[in-house]
Nanobody, 116 residues
Framework: QVQLVESGGGLVQVGGSLRLSCAAS????????MAWYRQAPGKQRELVAR???????NYLASVKGRFIISRDNAKSMVSLQMNSLKPEDTAVYYC??????????WGQGTQVTVSS
């Protein structure tokens, strides 16, 4: 079982920046995908960004050019740098990891609130 601990959420004004971090521990094995999802009130959880072992990244269209996902394989960490934040970015953000054995794990979630 992989445990994920997130940090870095909070309240920020429109146009501001936040950096989310997620540390993985436990039976990490070979982590293939590390990602960030978010869920706003009344909406479905959506993929914000993901990064594969070789460094390939995918982004939700609405965050492309504003958010940057990165990973530190040696530390089993994934981060999400969020710039030019908008009110519609307000949500609970979840860290996600998938291993080579297809084991999936979720973090507890961290609140990001962008005020106008």
């Amino acid at each position: 079982q992989v445990q994920l601990v997130e940090s870095g959420g909070g309240l920020v004004q429109v146009g501001g920046s936040l950096r989310l971090s997620c540390a993985a521990s436990g039976s990490i094995g070979s982590v293939t995908i590390m990602a960030w999802y978010r869920q706003a009130p009344g909406k479905q959880r959506e993929l914000v960004a993901r990064i594969f072992g070789a460094g390939t990244t995918n982004y939700l269209a609405s965050v492309k050019g504003r958010f940057i996902i990165s990973r530190d394989n040696a530390k089993s960490m994934v981060s999400l740098q969020m710039n030019s934040l908008k009110p519609e970015d307000t949500a609970v953000y979840y860290c996600y990891v998938k291993t080579a054995s297809s084991e999936e794990s979720w973090g507890q979630g961290t609140q990001v609130t962008v005020s106008s």
